[in-house]
């Protein structure tokens, strides 16, 4: 049902407003164009007067001053005072004779002065001046009037004009946006649209609000299309996601059991050190215990002996401890320096069989870096073996690896550099790929979880080629000091 919304209708209120500026401009600008043109007309009635006292009456005035009668002179200025807006008539003759009919009451006046001449046989002479003082107040009170009236009537006729156009604006325009407007502010994209339509009868020519409103719901139907499809890629996204974290989690258990014998290993002729030096301390031990004299000395040095290849055996243990148990980074400060040198005592017995030369330049000083220690050990102890790895099956002589620490602006970063065979330029990212391996032994997942866990720790792990083999590079966040 129809309903006048003028007070909702900004669109309205300007329509009015701008509308009746310019009305009202248009009607003052015509109504000073009919008052001016009436106001010539009066101009000319006033003219006509003028040129009637000019022309009838100053000779036959001329000819009573002559003949000095002063009846005459009074009938004739009082007929001049008759004429309509005259108010006095004054008359100066040249012997200082003065004449003066009526009295001068109103407030706005206008003086009009003529000579009285009197013709005689072709010779003309002055006889005097006569001053016609004429009011202006009726002819301002008409023009008033009468612009009051034209003004009135133009606006009358802009007033009742506006009006019908802002109820045709209303009724074809104004109501249709607004529910427009609400329709729009209502709507819900998690809700299938409902498509809307105009409260008027339906057309068979499709009008510009017709338009607009298949516009928008078209634009509905969109949107609530693109809607589902987006909050479908996001759930999938999410299962991916979720999966891919699983994934991710089952790859580093298996990296870890998958290393798990090959660290046994090492750790069995770590400890089996230590044990077997142990085992030597105690026979010698017992045969000085039971040789007589009885040497106290080498008691307590062998005795000494013992407990530092069982402190070595515990310090073995305990650095492996928990390696392969994975935990959240939990970064703090670190000396990379002493986590490098952990991962080659590890691995040194590989070393050894492989005849491989190890070089830690980073030795003789501290690097420290802001990452969780077991989690860089890993790491360096992933991309080590690697290393090794490739050495192994390299037919080079002079195998070595070399591992440097130091610290650029705020970031640390780690060189591990070998000598074997290399990588191809265009396989060197593929590294990094799950599953991607150059050896025939293995699943290639180490450097893959090593980067996943570098991730984790705001760090990132690249490789190139040198001059001498592989180089693999791991950038780490600096510790800032204070």
Known sequence: MFRFTF??????????????????????????????????????KYAHFEQIIEHSLLDSLGNSIWAYDDSQIYSQLQGIKNLPTVQRVHLALADNVQFSVGEVTAEYTQTNKFSVYYANHGMTQVMGE???Y???????????????????TNISKTMFVVIFMFFLFELLIS?????????LTNYNQGKKPIRFTLERSP?????????????????????????????????????LHHKIIEQKEQLIELERNIGLNEFALGL????????FNLKTCCEKLHHDVNTIPYNRLAVNNGLEDMAQYIHRALEVINRSNDLFKYKKPQCVSLNIT?????????????????????????LAHSVMAFADEKHIEQVLLSVVKN????????????????????????????HIEDNGMGVKEHLLEKLFVPYYTTKQTGLGIGLSISRSILNEMNASISANNNARGLSIIINLPACRLG
């Not at 209120?13 to 106001?39: D, K, P």
């Not at 004429?134 to 009135?152: F, P, W």
């Not at 109501?175 to 407007?181: A, E």
């Not at 510009?208 to 589902?228: A, G, P, T, Y």
């Open 387 to 414: 290393s090794l790895e490739s050495l192994i099956i390299s037919k080079r002589d002079n195998k070595s690896i070399e591992i440097s620490a130091f610290s650029i602006d705020d970031k640390v970063e780690i």
């Open 338 to 362: 002493d986590s490098i040198t952990k991962v080659l005592d590890l691995l040194s017995h590989n070393f050894d069989e492989a005849n491989i030369e190890v070089k830690h330049k980073t």
């Open 130 to 132: 006569l001053t016609v």
């Open 134 to 152: 004429g009011s202006m107040d009726e002819r301002y009170v008409y023009l008033l009037e009468y612009a009051a009236l034209i003004l009135a």
């Open 203 to 239: 057309r068979e020519n499709k009008d510009e609000l017709d338009l607009v409103v298949e516009s928008l719901n078209n634009l509905q139907q969109r949107i609530f299309f693109e809607q589902c499809k987006v909050n479908n890629e996001i759930r999938q996204k999410e299962q």
């Open 268 to 275: 069995r002729v770590e400890v089996r050190k230590p044990l």
């Open 7 to 44: 007070q909702e209708s900004v669109i309205g209120r300007r329509f009015i407003f701008y509308t009746l500026i310019f009305s009202s401009f248009i009607a003052l600008v015509f109504t000073l164009i009919q008052v001016e043109r009436e106001s010539l007309r009066e101009i000319q």
């Open 175 to 183: 109501r249709h946006l607004l529910r427009i407007s609400d329709e």
